[in-house]
Each structure stands twice: as structure tokens, then as C-alpha cells.
Nanobody, 124 residues
């Protein structure tokens, strides 16, 4: 059974940085597409970034150049480095996994496993 546990959320001022972590078990993250999604109150859950089995990355346009997704296969951990944070980045952030050799996993309907979420709040 796949389990994903996020950590690293918190409250920061605009312009600040946070690094989210996702500890994964029950799958080999190098043989999966791993991603980060976020959901703000009253909005749909949206894909923020993903990294596939080859290490190819995809980003939501609004976070390109500010966020970086990475993984440590030995630690089975996924990361999201978030810099230059803006108030509009405020949301619950979820780790997501799609086991298998997929090119990307930015659509919510693709995801096979979710973490419980970690809150990110950015104040102006």
C-alpha cells in the first residue's frame, strides 16, 4: 500500500521560501511519476509540479522559475523547493504518486495515491 507523508509547510511572508518534503513508502519513486498539487479554499485542486521516472519535470506556468521539484531515490523522498512565494501560492499542498512509467502526472484524474496535505500560507 502506497503511503505519502508531507511535511515542511508553514507561514511565511511574501518573497520567502519553504521546502516541502514527501516521504513515500510502498512504491519505488524512481519507477513512478511523482507530483505536487495544491488546493486553495473554494478552488479546484491543481497540479503544481511533477517529475517522471526519467527525471523530466513539468511545472504550472505560474510557478515556473520559482518552484523546483526534485527527489532523493535513496531516501524515497520527494521535495518541492518554493522560492519567491506570493500570497496566491497560499493553499494546501498535496504529494501525489502515479506508479509506473508515465511521462507526466499533472492531472488530478491520473493520481493513484495522495498524501494528507500540508498547509502553506503566504502573507503580503
Amino acid at each position: 500500500q502506497v503511503q505519502l507523508v508531507e511535511s515542511g509547510g508553514g507561514s511565511v511572508q511574501a518573497g520567502g521560501s519553504l521546502r516541502l518534503s514527501c516521504a513515500a513508502s510502498g512504491l519505488t519513486i524512481s519507477r513512478a511519476c511523482m507530483g505536487w498539487f495544491r488546493q486553495a479554499p473554494g478552488k479546484e485542486r491543481e497540479g503544481v509540479a511533477s517529475i517522471n521516472f526519467r527525471g523530466d519535470t513539468n511545472y504550472l506556468t505560474s510557478v515556473k522559475g520559482r518552484f523546483t521539484i526534485s527527489r532523493d531515490n535513496a531516501k524515497s523522498t520527494l521535495y518541492l523547493q518554493m522560492n519567491s512565494l506570493k500570497p496566491e501560492d497560499t493553499a494546501m499542498y498535496y504529494c501525489a504518486a502515479l506508479p509506473g512509467f508515465w511521462n507526466s502526472c499533472t492531472a488530478r484524474s491520473q493520481i493513484g495515491a495522495w498524501g494528507q496535505g500540508t498547509q502553506v500560507t503566504v502573507s503580503s
